[in-house]
């Protein structure tokens, strides 16, 4: 819990206007399940406190805006609105409501970081760069994430409401804790973790200079807090499910660089297709003999391509100098190709379904 600047002793209240309180505390403790807590004068009542819902509210006289609250239920409860004798909108809204998922806008986009990259301040002290304008019409997010100083983070036990996020480790390292997987995991340069959905994680710790890549879908999704749940669990289930997917965290120092067919080029993959049950697969590539390859035509709804070092020349709608940390994205049933590949050249893939 975040330190006080002030010696709170008290609950908190929002206060609502209410100039008539009999019918609007008969509304909020008969139609909404509140009950009160303080009353007051007795003899003729005009401001009461009522709990409930996790919340606390106070009725008392005055002016401004009735307030608006939203209330989590189940059932066809949900999507309803109602309005207290006072006017204060209570809005009831789905307690667990599905995740929606836009419809695909596949572009083809390309991102360059330019010599000052801008990156805007995210959640607990980490700065993003967007790598997909557009973000293919809100189905799919990639950003550049960043830890300049190192040191431990002001992060708390949280969960994603997605379909798939990866987590690439570019440069650094970064000591992150995730439920039922044993003692918290260091991700180094090179490795990537799949966090399936709704895992339990906490990032503990980062290098001075870290930097991730972050994919997922859909662009917009929740975040949301666990305070009931410490980390590490003290449990290794590495098979457990998280929405029909499984954690996966790939060690770059343990994974072996294959030959990419007969291309001249190599490549080291990351078992998450299997992981993600082929929702989503991650490699990376670098040329091996070759200076260029070329590939015919993918059929997902998404091919991300990020450069994690060296340079290149991108042919697709053109030509395209490709420098590090430069990104781009191929709209699937087209191919496109890699030509005047530098050594040290090294590009991150992902395609998304796995194919």
Known sequence: MARAIVDVTGPAEVELPCSDLTPTLEFFIGELGFRVETIFPAEAPTVASLSGHGLRLRLAPGNGAPGRIRLACSGESAGRVLTAPNGTCIELVAADPPLAIPPLESAFTISHPGPAPRMDAGRAGMLYRDLIPGRQGGRFIASHIAIPAGGPVSDWVHFHKIRFQLIFCRRGWVRVAYEDQGEPIVLAAGDCVLQPPRIRHRVLEASPGLEVVEVGCPALHETLADHALSLPTGRN????DFGGQVFR??????TPWQALGDTGFEVRESGLKDATRGIADVRVIRPAGASGVEFGPHH???????????AARLGHAGSHRLGAASAFAIPGGTGWRLDECLPGFELLLVVAPAA
């Open 249 to 254: 965290h790939q060690v770059a120092a343990k």
């Open 237 to 240: 289930l590495p098979a457990r």
């Open 300 to 310: 997902g709804e998404l091919l991300f391509g990020f450069v994690l070092e060296g």
